[in-house]
């Protein structure tokens, strides 16, 4: 029986699941989830990240790691951690970058931290013994600074959907249809909690999954001191809106069109992730596009460098530049947070 006759025979048996409930059985179904199973990353697969865009962006996240383990102190050793890390090309990026300085090297205590069992396997293929697995951050060993990065993680971490009717705010659910297939519906229950007021229609929603990294990672740099870097498209303020969408060889289409084979992602809440860091005694910096933090970087710099280079892949050079860095491709849809030992200013983030 597949992903989809299971959650059919399983909303059948129990009743409808929440939003949240049904993209993580999508995700990490150990049977047929899309991570768990068939994760597609590249021009080949489902979907492309950054660091499958350009080297430069991995190479100025690693000049980030050593240029801020300078500031903390140059701590040895340290805890060199990367969130879902995709096929391995961050991380190995960011390492290439990062041997400029050997004793940062020498200091870092690499570990990835993956749930996916293929994608494993392909990190150990690009990376192979230098780094060390977890499945959650909390298995990482403490006791040393923390830097950390996750590009496209905090996507991949589910919320709830609530949407304001005529007379009350309603959760979203999945259910089934007259015909017996999936179909989104609204429950009948009462919420737990107070909303704000929308108009009509209106879509909110709530990760509670995204608020507790932000209080682990808070928590866990309060402890041990460092950094975490977090990349991600998302909004930058509170607001409304259903972004839950699913992609499936590069096109949109239903969420609920293919359970498990599929990647589902909805936008990042900035704002509530920082909010729940700060709880803990981090501090936050302010939220920059990726476009503004990559030119602070110096991508512009790196981008001529490469070219000098490489004459013949100019173009394509700068097509990579114009991907990463442009407002109306990933420059201002992709966001870029910091969280943070008080007292340190970020790279990028400098006022």
């Given amino acids: 029986m597949g992903l989809r006759d299971r959650l059919i025979a399983q909303v059948r048996e129990s009743g409808p699941m929440s939003v949240a409930q049904y993209m993580t059985a999508c995700l990490h179904d150990p049977a047929d989830g899309y991570y768990a199973t068939r ?3 590249g021009a ?7 660091p499958l865009v350009s080297q430069m962006f991995g190479e100025l996240i690693g000049l980030w790691a050593v240029e801020t383990w300078e500031r ?16 391995g090309t961050l991380m190995d990026d960011m390492l290439r970058a990062a041997r400029l300085a050997p004793t940062f090297v020498a200091a870092a205590d ?6 996916s069992e293929p994608l494993r396997a392909r990190q150990r293929e690009a990376l192979g013994d230098c780094v060390s697995w977890a499945s959650s951050l909390a298995q990482v060993p403490g006791e040393a600074p923390l830097l950390l990065i996750a590009n496209e993680l905090l996507d991949c971490l589910p919320p709830r959907q609530f949407v304001r009717t005529n007379t009350r705010w309603a959760e979203r659910v999945v259910g089934l249809d007259d015909t017996g297939g999936l179909a989104f519906g609204l429950s009948g229950a009462a919420l737990g909690q107070v909303l704000p007021d929308a108009p009509p229609g209106s879509v909110l929603e709530h990760s509670p999954v995204q608020e507790a990294l932000g209080s682990e990672l808070g928590a866990r740099i309060v402890t041990d001191g460092g950094a975490a870097l977090l990349i991600d498209y998302g909004r930058d303020a509170a607001g409304f809106g259903d972004t839950l969408q699913a992609l499936r060889r590069h096109v949109k289409e239903s969420p609920l069109a293919s359970p498990g084979e599929a990647d589902l992602t909805v936008h990042a809440d900035f704002p509530a992730v920082l909010t729940a860091a700060a709880r803990e005694g981090a501090a ?6 990726q476009g503004e933090f ?3 970087l110096g991508i512009g710099a790196r981008a ?7 004459p013949d892949r100019s173009e394509v050079i700068e097509r990579q530049l114009e991907r990463l860095v442009s407002p109306d491709q990933m420059g201002e849809l992709f966001k870029v947070v910091c969280i943070h030992t008080p007292g340190l200013v970020p790279p990028g983030f400098e006022t």
């Avoid at 001529?304 to 490489?310: N, S």
């Fill in 72 to 87: 903390l102190g140059r701590p040895a050793p340290f805890r060199l951690v990367e969130m879902g890390p995709g096929d």
């Fill in 44 to 50: 080949e697969g489902d979907f492309i990240t950054a």
């Fill in 110 to 115: 690499v570990w990835l931290v993956e749930t």
């Fill in 294 to 296: 990559l030119v602070r």
């Fill in 304 to 310: 001529q460098a490469l070219t000098a280079a490489r």
């Fill in 284 to 289: 936050t910096a302010a939220i920059l596009t």
């Fill in 39 to 41: 994760p597609g990353l």
